[in-house]
């Protein structure tokens, strides 16, 4: 993996209801959006594109989105069988805080274990994958010695009063690329659809491994080095 | 995922018996229906139909299965080279009982391990995942602090004869959207085909991550913040 | 499930090597046979169909297969290109002695750590899924109530030698619908193909049920009930 | 399992490129190059092609990957929105030392669990698969007995600045068919494309499995038999 980019990624699908429900059949498939758990949405200039609330994410069509414009402040589309997403005020604080082009929302079981094992922050330190990660506070991406650090909050009755807990969370920790919200799930974004896509495939990747470190008795954290006096197989 | 609703989900397939033929390939493809196990079965109006006993669940096709008239009492498809399928009677009295409209009997490892390791009900609270479980005795679904509780019956040594113990625990437990069988796996039920599959996805994410709490110390059924006090890893 | 027939499944395909080779890709995604491992065939007739020694399981086409004719003892055909598998004499054990009809060959993970976990005898029992595996001895499948005892034969260098071991195990376990072979993997068989095939599966998933018990404290072979007095989590 | 050859396998597929891009969508759904981590490479007699840094592994077209003359020490094909990986000079200290024809280099969470199970070098033995494993130091592959013994190198800031130490392991482990990176990865290579896949495979097994029996009390790299002495399950 190079160590400092994610060089620019063009596919030919460009029409972001139709990416929506592609990469959507792809989470359903990690079992990441299972049960019509999970969301996600795409920003495009001012239009939000955001899936719908309770459906089956895996057997959506591009007409069943809705599409919001910011602008206008009103639905471009809204189909009717179905009501708007109760994640939309949280991808729209990561849209408005963070400049985001996408985010996503899955109920990864990696995600809800390192939310029961770990305290108000998930630490991981010197693991390669972490170069996936963007610093977000300048350009560029984390490097093998540092340490991703993801914010924990705690989880709500109903899911748009997470807002003001989310928001608070990206003021304090203004290089997290995501924040985790306990006994629940995981919310990324991205500078667009396809770097959202992969921060979340490199966080859930290191969410899982750090809950395998866990069980081998090494801190996901620790130096590098420490694994060996720590582990207990 | 909204808190309260499952908004309808109308796919173009409405055909049940091409439905059960894809859903099981599904499932086939989750674990939990290898080796000729499990069974599904759809109710259209007066007309049941069944997935046949003992056959390969992801290679049926459409006239594979009986389909049972329940008004004049007889079947209507009875494919010769079939025997009915042992669960029929639990899947009739899911129809009854709770006028289901659809009903899925899996051998998830998920729901062995879990009726392995609690006695006779199964417990989980305050994850958000239980939002996708209707509260059955009423409209809408558990909300993020309710507990969910799924009676475990004894396994028998013929299927059929699991009928009675399943009647008496729907009984026993109005609120339960599924019965474990212990031993043995999971009965769900739904509304429509597409909440029972639902279901049955949101309740063995449920089971599966129960049994990664148990092993990491940590009781799926406890207060909000218990795992930091118990948790072994 | 039935419990105690599997019925007679009728796919379209019934060329032996198409099956060998739809079979093979099959078992390459379950993760049995990757890195060339494992082996399969069909007898038909007189003629036996072996996928070749140390080829990619999930990438063979049927004129890759060697054909074998047991009356003429000659090949009917043999791939210049490939070797004739090492596991033909221990599927042929399994023709003579079981009047299988296929044989299957998988280095299952399951399989390798059951191996290292029991000592001469794999052990499991008052699992539903017992009942797709069939008695042997009499017609029927085996019982919720049964145990299912699966023998443990020693490696060897060369896996021809392995010849010797397994057609003592096949004589005295005569009920043994399989052998596991220590630090290696499982040998399986049935009456036909889709025989094999089921009781493959439902073999793996209690050797995996089982591995995941004794994780959890729990003796696969206990009584009914002694779970709950040995469970570690 | 053929116990000492690895059959030469004849695809329809010839063209280096495209192998990389379908080769790269199946490592994708194992889990080992996701969030755009990972790398391959395949040499074509003076050509080497090399996928680029940073991008999506499962989405890449033929026309992205760089081609680079050994010859005349230029690139033939550069394309304009990527990157040259990192990886490269450690494949062509693959092609160099080992004569090999192709590289993989994945992020697979069982490379990265053992390298921080093991100290300086991963060790396991007396298990089947690794008769898929060759010898390198002279023809056909390690026979049931054998040790395989792979070097564990310390990981750098810079994927580059791992070649040094990748090149010294790969002259003190003459017999090593691949190398893992602590915290990082593996990598691995073959005489041509078809064999690093087949070895990245075997060995991902085997690191899988160590990973499984340190869990459960045993050591990968024991006497047989030392499992029913050591076992904690």
Same mark, same amino acid.
């Given at each position: 993996?190079?160590?400092?980019?994610?060089?620019?990624?063009?596919?030919?699908?460009?029409?972001?209801?139709? #990416?929506?429900?592609?990469?959507?059949?792809?989470? %359903?498939?990690?079992? !990441?959006?299972?049960?019509?758990?999970?969301?996600?949405? #795409?920003?495009?200039?001012? *239009?939000? %594109?955001?899936?719908?609330?309770?459906?089956?994410?895996?057997? =959506?069509?591009?007409?069943?989105?809705?599409?919001?414009?910011?602008?206008?402040?009103? %639905?471009?589309?809204?189909?009717? *069988?179905?009501?708007?997403?109760?994640?939309?005020? *949280?991808?729209?604080?990561?849209?408005?805080?963070?400049?985001?082009?996408?985010?996503?929302?899955?109920?990864?079981?990696?995600?809800? =274990?390192?939310?029961?094992? !770990?305290?108000?922050?998930?630490?991981?330190?010197?693991?390669?994958?972490?170069?996936?990660?963007?610093?977000?506070?300048?350009?560029?991406?984390?490097?093998?010695?540092?340490? *991703?650090?993801?914010?924990?909050?705690?989880?709500?009755?109903?899911?748009?009063?997470?807002?003001?807990?989310?928001?608070? $969370?990206?003021?304090?920790?203004? =290089?997290?690329? $995501?924040?985790?919200?306990?006994?629940?799930?995981? %919310?990324? @974004?991205?500078?667009?659809? @396809?770097?959202?896509?992969? #921060?979340?495939? $490199?966080?859930?990747?290191?969410?899982?491994?750090?809950?395998?470190?866990?069980?081998?008795?090494?801190?996901?954290?620790?130096? #590098?080095?420490?694994?060996?006096?720590?582990?207990?197989?």
């Amino acid at each position: 993996m190079g160590s400092d980019t994610n060089a620019q990624y063009v596919p030919e699908e460009t029409d972001p209801a139709k #990416i929506i429900v592609e990469l959507c059949k792809l989470f %359903y498939a990690q079992g !990441w959006v299972t049960g019509t758990a999970g969301g996600m949405s #795409i920003k495009d200039g001012d *239009l939000v %594109y955001v899936a719908p609330s309770g459906v089956q994410k895996e057997r =959506m069509n591009p007409v069943d989105l809705f599409v919001y414009d910011t602008k206008s402040k009103t %639905y471009v589309s809204k189909p009717e *069988l179905y009501k708007p997403s109760a994640c939309t005020p *949280l991808f729209m604080a990561c849209y408005e805080q963070r400049r985001a082009g996408a985010c996503i929302h899955t109920h990864s079981q990696n995600a809800v =274990m390192a939310s029961l094992l !770990w305290g108000r922050e998930f630490r991981i330190a010197n693991i390669e994958q972490v170069k996936a990660i963007p610093k977000v506070v300048e350009p560029g991406n984390l490097s093998f010695f540092d340490t *991703l650090v993801i914010p924990i909050i705690e989880n709500t009755a109903h899911e748009e009063d997470l807002a003001p807990d989310l928001e608070k $969370a990206l003021l304090e920790y203004p =290089m997290a690329p $995501a924040v985790l919200v306990r006994r629940h799930g995981l %919310y990324v @974004w991205g500078a667009n659809v @396809w770097k959202a896509k992969i #921060i979340n495939e $490199a966080i859930d990747y290191l969410l899982e491994l750090a809950v395998k470190m866990r069980h081998a008795g090494i801190d996901p954290a620790g130096d #590098i080095g420490s694994e060996q006096l720590t582990r207990k197989i």
